[in-house]
């Protein structure tokens, strides 16, 4: 159960209005690593856990916070449409450079769709989609993929801060700078833990029986390209971080297959195919079979 | 420049026809963490990487690995389409229960659109999409975001893998599952290696500098659920994996802030309001203004 | 800022797995009219109103609740996959028919990506996406939204009660027809007393002049059918709701325009043209011009 | 079955070129809430209704028009696009900033996909979708869709017409106004004729049997925020609009369960648990069993 | 402009209801392939179009009967699911495999959201969408894009023909083949006529300078695969069929370049690079400009 | 299987940054008709194919070589980024016009998403999608597909070509030009040899029993729309290219059928029906059906 409070986590508000700054905002609300996505991705998880404690409440909590944090650059992306020229013919003049660039480089369904308000998109304009969200049941790898959502999330929020000079947005970029450190950190140590408690390791997952795959490629590194640089890693020799092998180093594949040859499918899928009596076929046999049906 | 062999990584031949099962397979070709994804992930890395060397030819061997992993998923599906029973009325009675149960379980467009062919979709037929993909440019958020793609995929294959007991598709799923455990080792040797290079260290981007954050709020747990147990987990209390702070709990945000009051926008826009002058003005002045425009 | 609590408004546990339903359930969770939708949809009117107050008080609160009917049902297509056969060989013979036909009827992706749990997605698998929700900052236009979001929420609601026998389910789908039910009269009644407060009336926009919309097809029925019958509706004839006029039937447009001629674009978009000159061109000026470039 | 007149309803001129204007003009083309949806929705009402008669050929008859909308739109954007500046070198000098602001502000794909031509895409690009679409069998519900539309589609052309000082364009604007208008009109009038026939009524679906539903809560407001003013509204106290209830006012919910405890599933899905006897299993039982496999 | 008649251009009525093939007919109707991409297309084309007369006509005339062919389809789906077992659980019971295996197969949403209605989706439940259609102003690609979506639809249209033994459904099916027989022709003749009239020639856009292309390799087969038989195809030797060539065949490219340095850009993009001077800055001048920033 | 090289089949290095190209080259990148279509396209064709030999072979080598057409747009698109103002604000301050202006024109995601980097995109920003594929294992509707995609992305190059003077840039257009004329003739040629070998032919597919579609509407013209210049084509009179027929022109459908009455459905879907024993029933049996239910 979600309860509402009408206060926000840290003040939201910026110096002036900046419809081009607007739309870039849109990104760390509702892009592929955007609040929305974290909040949802954080609750899905919870949702499906098949454990109690800790970890669910974890989840549960964060989840909660991060849905504060889309009301935050919501409320935020608002006021920087509030006063800006938007298209609007009167007050800005169309045809002034400077205020053509600004439609240039706003979010124009700002304008016309939401009536100088925020919307569910990225600084593209594309709707935030389900599919950003990783939710598995195997918190391993779940919290990996948490730990990476924060890193491309404060990423994207550095990157941000200096394409402004606001203080009202830098303050705000700021806080959120530090949770996603908080963040970071956090979903680092939860998977540290989990691993320390035996409940899960590498690889994911960890209990789905070893002997079963072809041990003999679990820790070959086998090149495709023609660099060489890659066989100095130490990916490439030593001891495997889930403590059960050693790195090789291979050149391409260390097994391979004959490609099998093409499907011959039922005449009835119309594919095309060479073989003498399906071509026969075409002006007899199976010509007749597809007649008579 | 890509090269193609006509050959396999590995076999790829299933026992018999399964239309079902070709289904349940395209989630690892064509699904959010299917081949597709990691083969284009991994190159689109290295196209976007500003380091030389090994961390590149790293990132261009195993995206050409990947590519040849859609193909024997794409060669198995074709193969376990090519006898199967799809629907077509006279092979195979169409109210025959176990007619009916394949065709319910199947992806149809693998029989109306591709003709028994394998499709660019997941197991429910949605399209892949590069939305799926991460490239950003920092190496340990990309080398993080690898790593979960490997679990979150081999995670698909091992369940995966129960849902058959055909010999030769477990066969080329045990392969897969190696070659996962490869990958998900090698993904984190490289981010273990990379934060000893000191080029890049958590939080990502580290060379952010950490003084522009709200530096009171970085290692804060802030608990916005109702549980307690998340208090007892390593993220709460205790140092923080970067190296720089020390974990706090509390119940609750540590800042508030009152929310905005709603934006006032250009009456062209629309949008409703009570400010009695708008109202007035409905009637009156900007009624006026519109008029005249 | 948004808070949880680790209760649900209603219980949620069904009283055998049921992975068909599952799937169904999925509709009025991640649908285009399910409960994210709804619950987002609430948040950004609020955050995009320009009105204080109690209409803005009214958004964020139904919001909150819808969220935690996100949840209800996340929690219950948990339960429901639980125990449920979804594939997997050993527990389920894999062609026994009854379990080819939950195979065949279910959400795979469940199994597979979710490990039985819920997704953010419709009952055919499609990603929810953030184009399903509308927030245009005229708030009769949206309670209209929202009135309809609720109507055709109930209307899944309702049909999904039938199809189910399992007491749980239907005591939560009870719950949820009788909260949709408060909220189709509360969009409505917000809707009405909008109306009487003169901020807001028919047509939406109500303060755009009306004197500068081509007033001689503003309230006639232009027929572009040969269906005879529309002619006998209360909108063919009478005053209009909106107060400003009464209503006629026509047969057809009562203006028509001339089909402008094509258009005729730079040679160098390359379009298909019959132009002498360009034709001309292509061996002659333009092509030199081309050529010199 | 559809014919095609080689004229329009309205004429479709602009007095000169304007690229940017012409990318946003493709919202009432092909947005959510454009001209291809309103056409398409009322036929697939229409294909979808189970009555016979006015309410048939109302949808059928304003589909038809609609489809004429779309045209109209397509024709003028073609010519905004016919002689402006698409970012071509030699005609126009690429850094010249005026030029460079339209590049900025046009949709590139005008120019690059269709050669200086229309899109059926929305103003930033977004493809049509047909998820954009409600026809649920259900008039009342689709009605009060349809207004809606109407409302939103409204909204978007009167913000587009203050973006232009173009008379060809501000008068083929008017004109579109006005059959919006007469459209919010006849779907409001469609909806209360529909329901004074006693065919459908609030809530929709009305002939579900209400005492089916948890009556104590259908006429609840439930406050999930901690705003106080929505209390105030006519949605707080009084007569419901169904005519079968009285609005009462609560804070919070009246109804709470405990939180389920997480579910418990198969192993072999490699989830993450803390039972005991899973952990157990992983080094024992269910190891074996796996390996058994 | 479009009118609509209430007839159909041939009858659809099936001989009884079959929910899992109007699931399948889906596919005709919305998907990739489907005629509402036909008709949308050809429509979209003829706006774009930059030449008036026969071709335009041609255009504006099959898109509307495509739009036709769109009701018939809708309609047949409609009566398809109208006395069909949907999974409503007292009419049919659930569990009797034959209807578990009618739900298991059908569309779920043509009874959740549509009420047993048509929906503008494909046969795996994707929305249609706005990408699948190809309109670029130039008719000779576009006319070959029209050849290839009639033998697509065509081709389904044939496989589905055999996935039933419905009298009524085959007949209209064999009318629809009947016009997509007309349609290939038809565009076929088209692109013909186009090339005959010397508007418009391979390679598309013909009257782009030739000599501006690198012409050493304009007709050179370069072979990236290992198979050695593409050397027999007359695409390896020979003239032509542009008229300006002679086809010649060679193992790989006949041009390279290096690939060049991964690229070094500004730090507060926070990529990972080794370069010393970046490495020394992080911890000294950029990062004291960053701090001072 | 395939093998990576760290060349590129072409140099890619542009004279300059220029940050609003790049957004437009992304279209031949990942558009529609990009170089991640062509390419994916061609090895599911190959993979789905059901004919070994000389089509499978060119199937999977172009496939190859267009997979480094990917690649040497996205270094280029690379290094267009390098150095070019991304909004970043020190360096180049924010409110230059011209500044201004490439933000306006950019891809903002570029800057914010990738750190300077390509993206899997269309120019707008669209992600790319499998949905752009065509494999349907008829050869000859694949080759025609093939050759469109090879006509439309020439366009896109040629008017691209014409986008910019940095001779870099269109040194790489004026290859992947010259590629585009190989590979139109390449597939033109294809599909000739195809039916020249008897194997498929017009109409696609060319052994579904003729008699079998309604021949007496195969090689007729319908015209739907007033225009009459159609009926001057060749596709109105005279012989068909399949060979086995004679245009002829009509007015309108030659044949009609009544529209059927709506359906009538349970009425536990909950549409909208005037039955009058559907209303009694409301109040009466179904009523008491559903409320005993």
Chains 1, 2, 3, 4, 5, 6 share one sequence.
């Not at 890693?233 to 291979?250: K, R, V």
């Amino acid at each position: 159960m979600f309860f509402h409070k009408q206060e926000l986590q840290f003040k939201s508000t910026p110096d002036q209005p900046d419809a081009v700054y607007a739309r870039k905002l849109q990104e760390v609300l509702g892009g592929q690593y955007g609040e929305i996505t974290v909040a949802l991705q954080y609750e899905f998880q919870a949702w499906n856990t098949h454990i109690p404690g800790k970890y669910r409440d974890l989840l549960f909590g964060i989840g909660a916070e991060e849905m504060g944090h889309v009301e935050m650059l919501a409320v935020m992306i608002a006021q920087l449409l509030e006063k800006a020229p938007l298209g609007i013919t009167e007050d800005a003049v169309q045809n002034d450079p400077t205020v053509a660039a600004v439609v240039g480089g706003m979010d124009v369904q700002h304008a016309i769709v939401a009536g100088a308000g925020a919307r569910p998109v990225d600084s593209n304009g594309n709707p935030w989609q389900g599919s950003y969200i990783t939710a598995s049941g195997n918190l391993l790898a779940d919290f990996t993929a948490n730990a990476n959502a924060e890193m491309q999330g404060r990423l994207a929020v550095a990157r941000l801060y200096h394409m402004t000079d606001d203080h009202g947005v830098r303050d705000l970029l700021s806080f959120l700078l530090a949770r996603d450190t908080m963040h970071q950190n956090q979903w680092t140590t939860a998977a540290l833990e989990l691993q320390a408690s035996g409940m899960e390791q590498l690889p994911v997952p960890s209990n789905f029986p070893l002997k079963k795959e072809h041990r003999e490629v679990s820790y070959q590194y086998l090149n495709f390209s023609d660099g060489k640089a890659a066989s100095e890693g130490s990916w490439a020799s030593g001891p495997t971080p889930d403590g059960h092998g050693e790195f090789t180093y291979h050149d391409g594949p260390t097994t391979t297959a004959p490609m099998p040859p093409p499907t011959r499918v039922d005449a009835r899928y119309y594919g095309t195919t060479d073989l003498p009596n399906i071509v026969e076929k075409t002006a007899g046999a199976v010509q007749d079979k597809l007649n008579k049906e």
